[in-house]
């Protein structure tokens, strides 16, 4: 004898099973101060635009480390069977191509860093040091 599962609650309308309301995005029921799980809802639109540039700029990062030696290990099989030699310029090419990358993220990061160099955040403090108690 095969048993069935009881059927599950569909949303009106759009034919998706009620668990999946779990992981949207609405606000839980009962929440009335916008908060899911302690953390604060981004409404500001600068906030979210500096969170989304911030996510693009390391996804781009990622994908320039990740690429760049492959294609120019490309280059260098593509010579290496036009020359006939072994792998020895597919190493150096995508050698020089990891070495290249490492170098542009890390001009990147030192001028992205500049910025910041002269911020009330990074200003060593001014204030002098409380004066110490001794008994």
């Known amino acids: 004898m095969i048993t069935r ?11 998706v099973p009620c668990s999946l309301r779990v992981g949207s995005q609405a606000t839980p029921s009962g929440s009335r101060d916008g908060k899911i799980q302690g953390l604060p ?24 480390l990740a ?4 294609v120019f290990g490309l ?9 006939g030699t072994g792998p020895v310029l597919m190493l ?8 290249g990358t490492v170098v542009k993220i890390k001009l990147g990061y030192d001028r992205d ?9 990074t ?10 108690r001794t008994k």
């Open 75 to 83: 280059i260098g099989w593509l010579l290496d069977r036009w020359l």
């Open 41 to 64: 809802r981004v409404f500001d639109l600068r906030s979210r635009q500096a969170l989304h540039r911030g996510f693009n700029e390391a996804f781009g990062r990622g994908i320039d």
């Open 123 to 132: 200003r060593p403090r001014e204030v002098p040091p409380a004066p110490v």
């Open 92 to 99: 150096v090419v995508a050698g020089i191509g990891l070495a």
């Open 5 to 15: 599962t009881p059927p599950r609650r569909i949303l009106q309308g759009w034919g």
């Open 113 to 121: 860093m500049a910025v910041y160099d002269d911020t009330p955040a």
């Open 67 to 70: 690429l760049t030696p492959v």
